[in-house]
């Protein structure tokens, strides 16, 4: 399904663009929001902003990888020993705390945004061996509590039967620009390092990035972050509330 969010926020008049809203999920019933798409379509505002306001917990699982390619970094363990990557995701402790990440209990929220990071985790999100390591931990974490949570394999591989999928997605020059904005540096530049990305994402043999075929699609060119937040709130009340928003 493909959702137009502009047509669904301006043709509705149900939207009361409330600061916080609350979806009451039935007693001891998990709720899996999963958003997937590439680089810089919004999906961390996104997933964060909805599960403040559906009081769920945010799980970024690009942060995990990028974790792990910093202890591969700090190590110095090749990016191409796939054995040693793998004995690394698995022995790795990540939590999340709020907006803080730790890796084995050491705060790591600023370096694993570093550029050399953000590189490393490209190439190591394609080790088969961490990949499968990652998807276990972020299972475990959803069977414990309602998350919302975001990548490039959550509804297709991590979480198939989620509840809520969507593919968030955007034209690559806006993804860019965007990219560029929050980092600084040429757009050109960021744009040729993103199809690189996009790229390995899309070809590597283990969970490549994919819409699931039950995802709802959603362009953000054109959309602000609200608008995007909305249709997506929507969508929940949706599919757990026949309809019917809960406060």
């Not at 960021?190 to 390995?200: G, I, L, T």
Request: net charge neutral; proline share 3%; hydrophobic share 40%.
């Amino acid at each position: 399904m493909i959702l137009d969010g502009r047509a669904i926020l301006l043709a509705s008049g149900e939207f009361s663009f409330r600061k916080e809203t609350c979806i009451a999920t039935e007693a001891h019933k998990r709720l899996i929001v999963a958003i997937d798409g590439p680089a810089a379509a919004g999906k961390s505002t996104l997933a964060r902003s909805l599960a403040r306001r559906l009081g769920f917990t945010y799980i970024d699982s690009g942060a995990m990888y990028r974790a792990v390619a910093l202890w591969a970094l700090e190590a110095g363990v090749g990016l191409d020993d796939l054995h040693r990557l793998e004995q690394l995701a698995l022995a790795a402790r990540i939590e999340f705390s709020g907006d803080t990440i730790r890796l084995n209990g050491e705060d790591v929220t600023a370096a694993i945004r570093e550029p050399r990071v953000t590189e490393a985790a490209s190439k190591v999100s394609m080790a088969p061996g961490v990949r499968r390591a990652m998807r276990e931990e972020q299972r475990r974490i959803g069977s414990q509590q309602s998350v919302v949570m975001e990548g490039r394999d959550i509804g297709t591989v991590v979480f198939p039967d989620a509840q809520v999928k969507i593919y968030l997605d955007a034209d690559p020059e806006v993804r860019a620009g965007r990219r560029a904005a929050e980092l600084g540096g040429s757009a050109a530049e960021v744009a040729r390092e993103m199809a690189e990305r996009d790229n390995r994402d899309r070809t590597r043999a283990e969970a490549p990035l994919t819409q699931a075929p039950d995802a709802d699609y959603l362009d953000s060119s054109r959309l602000s972050p609200t608008d995007v937040e909305e249709a997506i709130l929507k969508l929940v009340r949706d599919r757990t509330s026949n309809g019917k928003e809960h406060r």
